[in-house]
């Protein structure tokens, strides 16, 4: 059973930056891309950065050039550095394995890490 656990959120300014780590256990096919998701109350999960088993990367535009996801197999983790954050990025963040362009893979899902940001 593959697990996740993220961490790294907290409180921070508008401008600020944060780095969120997933840690993946289990045994995770290497054929999946991984990704991070964000959900904030009241709206629907989102998808803000897929990395593709060949290194590509995808960002909806209202990340963008702000955020940058990464990999390390070696370590089993998957990375979301975050920078110039907004008051709108404020959601709780998750990781999963990604199957296309955005279906999760999993059905089980980490606790995930909360993200706040405010003055």
């Known amino acids: 059973q593959v697990r996740f656990v993220e961490s790294g959120g907290g409180l921070v300014q508008p401008g600020g930056s944060l780095r969120l780590s997933c840690v993946v256990s289990?045994?995770?096919?290497?054929?999946?891309?991984m990704g991070w998701y964000r959900q904030a109350p009241g709206k629907q999960r989102e998808l803000v950065a897929r990395?593709?088993?060949?290194?590509?990367?995808m960002y909806p535009d209202s990340v963008e050039g702000r955020f940058s996801i990464s990999r390390d197999n070696a370590k089993n983790t998957v990375d979301l550095e975050m920078n110039s954050l907004k008051p709108e990025d404020t959601a709780l963040y998750f990781c999963?394995?990604?199957?296309?362009?955005?279906?999760?893979?999993?059905?089980?899902w980490g606790q995930g890490t909360q993200v706040t940001v405010s003055s």
């Open positions: 289990g045994r995770m096919p290497s054929i999946y891309a």
């Open positions: 990395l593709s088993t060949t290194g590509s990367t």
């Open positions: 999963n394995a990604v199957l296309g362009s955005y279906e999760p893979v999993f059905d089980t």
